[in-house]
């Protein structure tokens, strides 16, 4: 049996060796060469045929399965022709999915959680699937914290942590917390969580998608299939769609009064606190982490705990104790009582607006790379409210530079190279007396970086370094 995997990043890599597991003979192929040559010769050494620099081209009498590493397009060329060819064709997470439905984990009764599986019982791996157009890493991580502190071995993978293909590599966990994006959601046709989360939905990846409608389709496909469903009832798209979600449970910072469906199913803040399925669970203050958006991401994660039966203790002290997320409003020091905050993640425009939204005003403003498409209107008056000044990086300045005009906003220069922002925004946070520099860059990065995750590190070295704190 030959499996052939497109694809040699981190989930290409994690799905190879699986399938070798599974007694594949193994193909992977990707489009670059010299700088993974280093990857091909580890693979080769693992009995892992790597073709580097080629094209895909479907053969169905050579391939019995086609694995896709989230990057690579659903509907390419060739990937529309082998699944016309009747080759079985699926992502990474539809390859772990499977995988970790056929092996079975001995379940014991954990000391934090209200759920009797049974001594000695076993039963398939359950999923929990976060998927948002914002706000799913930071209520991923905070999902799996509580669980790990209720004593369940439940790794967070997909889009944070692990790849999900390494998850399934080793002994089977009690639980998978996935973070799923919409690349993965549309390669991973069977994936059916336990408990299903949808964060936000706002316009993105439309270059991908093509239509609004389509990547709300790929999103909710997800939720459909999840025994449990948990919905952001604070979002508006998402709140306009009640109809087609009888069964969710829904949740609401603005509290019980506005909470859609079974209140007493759903979660919400009241006098301060965190109320999931009618019971106060936590106090809102113990997240350290800021803005209402945050907030939210606390009752999804709590009301996911209260379904897998965790007890209140145990969430309590996984939210006071939880660190938050790189690259998602991340403090990285205070120079001259003005804090530098990496937001890197916030690559759209709704992010970047969520970002300004949380921090204190006057804000110097970094912000620029790979433009993308989206409504910027919301992000434009937020940064006439909140930002003094605005520094332009990337491919996208000169746009950017164009729509603040536009906007009627002229606080701006570009500075082109991350390098620069930092020195700049140094020097006018002083003059203009602004509490914050913030890099939020409502752009993806693959313009001046591999990810949003170097641009951070980058943003991050540059602020400890030349601020000398």
């Known amino acids: 049996m030959v499996a052939y995997v497109i694809g040699l990043g981190k989930s290409g890599i994690a799905a190879a060796r699986l399938l070798k597991q599974q007694g594949f003979e193994v193909v992977v192929s990707d489009r670059g060469t010299t700088v993974l040559e280093s990857l091909q010769q580890d693979l080769t050494s693992e009995g892992i045929r790597v073709e580097l620099g080629q094209a895909f081209e479907p053969d169905a009498t050579t391939m019995q399965q086609i694995v896709v590493s989230p990057g690579v397009p659903w509907d390419l060329p060739g990937l529309i022709k082998a699944r016309a060819q ?39 791996v359950p999923w929990v699937g976060i998927t948002g157009t914002n706000g799913k890493t930071t209520t991923t991580a905070l999902i799996a914290a509580i669980f ?16 999900a293909c390494e998850v399934a590599l080793n002994p089977p966990p009690d639980w998978v917390i996935a973070e799923l994006s919409s690349y993965q959601i549309e390669a991973a046709a069977s994936l059916a969580p336990k408990i299903g989360v949808w964060t936000t939905f706002t316009p993105d990846h439309l270059s991908r998608h093509k239509t609004l409608e389509n990547y709300y389709r790929i999103k909710a496909h997800l939720l ?64 350290p982490m800021v803005g209402t958006h945050n907030q939210q991401n606390l009752l999804m994660a709590v009301l996911v705990a209260r379904i897998a039966g965790i007890e209140k203790e145990a969430i309590a002290q996984a939210v006071l104790n939880f660190p938050g997320v790189a690259h998602r409003l991340e403090s990285i020091c205070t ?32 912000a620029g790379g790979e433009a993308k498409d989206g409504d910027d209107a919301g992000w434009l008056k937020r940064i006439q409210a909140k930002a003094a000044w605005v520094l332009l990086i990337g491919s996208a ?3 950017f530079a164009a729509r603040l005009e536009e906007a009627g906003y002229t606080q701006y220069e570009i500075v082109e190279t991350m ?27 693959f313009d001046q970086y591999a990810n949003f995750e170097q641009r951070g590190d980058h943003f991050r070295r540059l602020c400890l370094e030349r601020l000398n704190v």
């Open 397 to 399: 300045a000169l746009a």
């Open 335 to 366: 120079w001259h009582s003005i804090d530098f905050i990496n937001d890197s993640k916030a690559t759209n425009y709704d992010a970047a607006e969520v970002g300004l939204s949380a921090v204190s005003a006057p804000v110097i403003l970094i």
């Open 148 to 163: 790990q502190a209720a004593g369940f071995q439940a790794p967070a993978c997909g889009n944070i942590g692990y790849a």
């Open 86 to 124: 009747g080759i079985d064709t699926l992502g990474e997470m539809e390859l772990a999915w499977r995988a970790l439905q056929t092996s079975r984990k001995k379940n014991s009764r954990k000391k934090n959680s209200r759920e009797n599986r049974g001594e000695g019982s076993s039963d398939p």
């Open 224 to 287: 459909k299939q999840s025994q449990y469903q948990i919905l952001n009832g604070d979002d508006p798209y998402l709140r306009s769609q009640a109809d087609q979600w009888q069964r969710a449970c829904w949740t609401s910072v603005a509290g019980k009064a506005t909470l859609l469906g079974d209140v007493e199913q759903g979660a919400y803040v009241e006098a301060g606190w965190a109320i999931a399925q009618g019971e106060a669970i936590v106090p809102v203050a113990a997240l």
């Open 419 to 445: 390098e620069r922002a930092v020195e700049r925004g140094a020097a006018l946070g002083q003059t203009l007396g602004a509490k914050v520099v913030l890099l939020s860059p409502a752009c993806a990065s």
